[in-house]
């Protein structure tokens, strides 16, 4: 799949599972619900044991799977061989961008200031990840886009039913969603998750 294709992907989906499990098979049981709901994009973040073997486990899945809590550019060419279509930083690390172009992979870096999404963009970001989106109004994304209106923003952190539809309206390209996933799988098992997680699409389309 070429970059503008995954990118073309996130824009479309609007809704990104941030999947951070305690085990890996807790990880790939809350991916596949999420798929099951719905969610065509999935962030295996790197905090979670053994997350290559997740990456193998749902290769054979129709969607979208990317990286998260990428730290330095070791770890992102470790993704991108595992599999990774794009890969997501909780900050702006310059040393990941050049891997992330060098093999044609959409690097989404967190950023909270006008000077990180600067740097950001002028290394070849074309989504920056507002994190922690729970810092934030989505009345930010307008303020951004009047001095830089060609920035994407995808916020992730503190988003939820109640503000999923006011950030996409505010001019989100997509949002990341995840500790919710976790706290519906920890109540109510596979099904719970999956049940949210079509919450989450259906809030989406609104």
Not at 57 to 67: P, S, T
Not at 69 to 77: G, I, K, N
Not at 118 to 145: H, Q
Not at 176 to 191: P, R, T, V
Request: net charge negative.
């Amino acid at each position: 799949m070429l970059k503008h294709e995954v990118l073309a992907n996130l824009t479309k989906t609007k809704v990104v599972a941030v999947i951070r499990g305690t085990s890996e098979e807790e990880a790939i049981e809350l991916s596949k619900a999420a798929i099951q709901g719905g969610i065509p994009a999935i962030e295996l973040t790197y905090t979670t044991p053994q997350v290559q073997n997740v990456f193998e486990a749902l290769k054979d899945e129709d969607v979208l799977l990317g990286a998260g809590s990428v730290l330095d550019p070791e770890t992102a060419r470790h993704a991108i061989l595992a599999g990774a279509k794009f890969i997501v930083s909780p900050h702006f690390n310059e040393d990941i961008a050049p891997v992330c172009n060098r093999y044609g992979i959409p690097y989404l870096p967190g950023c909270m200031t006008i000077r990180e999404m600067v740097n950001a963009l002028e290394s070849g970001s074309d989504i920056i990840k507002l994190f922690p989106a729970n810092n934030f109004e989505p009345s930010f994304i307008k303020s951004v886009n009047g001095p830089l209106p060609h920035v994407r923003i995808m916020p992730t952190g503190g988003i939820n039913l109640n503000n999923i539809q006011d950030w996409i309206s505010a001019g989100a390209v997509a949002v990341g969603i995840g500790s919710d996933l976790n706290k519906a799988y920890a109540a109510g098992g596979f099904e719970a998750a999956v049940e949210l997680s079509k919450q989450y699409m259906e809030k989406s389309a609104q």
